[in-house]
């Protein structure tokens, strides 16, 4: 019975890593060696420790803006409602923002027969 190649590959390294371990010969996880590495490991540390929060700090608050805009665009009558549910959005971490998305996307039932228009003030 034939074993696939992979298996026979894998088989292969496997037994050469085996023999080198118990030969004595020092092995290296990798290539690189030198202070650069060093300098650039540091450089890739404050990146990620300094960048990336902002970077999803602001994602997360243009991302909770959204139904803000959306209202604008729209002319929804209710879009200072739907910036303050924006901001207590923001101040809950995100948990009413599901509904201030729907209430941007929506229109209220009664709101023409109670205001005589669908439009927010700033329109006209």
């Known amino acids: 019975m034939t074993m696939p190649g ?3 590959r894998a088989t292969r390294a496997a037994r050469l890593a085996g023999a080198m371990m118990l030969s004595g010969v020092p092995l290296r996880a990798h ?6 590495v060093d ?14 929060p902002v970077a999803g700090i602001y994602l997360f608050w243009k991302v909770h803006i959204l139904p803000e805009i959306i209202a ?3 002319h929804h009558p ?3 409602a739907i910036k303050t549910l924006c901001i207590l ?3 809950f971490g995100g948990l009413l923002w599901p509904f201030a998305w ?3 996307y929506s ?4 709101f023409k027969l109670a205001y005589g228009t669908e439009k927010h003030e700033d329109y006209y």
């Open 31 to 36: 290539a690189m060696t030198g202070p650069w």
């Open 107 to 110: 229109r209220p039932v009664m």
């Open 78 to 80: 209710q879009k200072d």
């Open 89 to 91: 959005s923001l101040i």
């Open 102 to 104: 729907l209430w941007a």
């Open 39 to 52: 300098t650039a490991a540091d450089v890739l540390a404050w990146f990620v420790i300094v960048l990336v």
């Open 72 to 74: 604008e665009k729209r």
């Open 6 to 8: 992979w298996v026979g």
